[in-house]
Nanobody
């Protein structure tokens, strides 16, 4: 069973930066595509970033493009989400997701494993 544990959330001011981490159990992390989605109160889930198993392909939603960066460290079984220039609209619970089957990285439905989420709050 694959387990994902997010960390790094918190309360920040607009314009600040945060780095989220997602530690993944299992010996085959290097074969997983990874992503992050977020959900704000009363809003739909928004799939925001993804990275292929090789790191060679990435996806960014327009809402975060140019501000957020996804990366992975296969030696540490960890994926990161660097978030810069945070805005109050970025306030949400952020979830890490994993796809062990190397499907299209752009679609949340392709990710079989989800973490429990970490809260990010951006004050204005």
């Amino acid at each position: 069973q694959v387990q994902l544990v997010e960390s790094g959330g918190g309360l920040v001011q607009a314009g600040d930066s945060l780095r989220l981490s997602c530690a993944v159990s299992g010996r085959t992390f290097s074969t997983y595509s990874m992503g992050w989605f977020r959900q704000a109160p009363g809003k739909d889930r928004e799939f925001i970033v993804a990275i292929s198993w090789s790191g060679g392909s990435t996806y960014y939603a327009d809402s975060v493009k140019g501000r957020f960066t996804i990366s992975r460290d296969n030696a540490k079984n960890t994926v990161y989400l660097q978030m810069n220039s945070l805005e109050p609209e970025d306030t949400a619970v952020y979830y890490c997701v994993a796809d062990p089957n190397r499907r299209n990285i752009k679609y949340l439905g392709n990710y079989d494993y989800w973490g429990q989420g970490t809260q990010v709050t951006v004050a204005s």
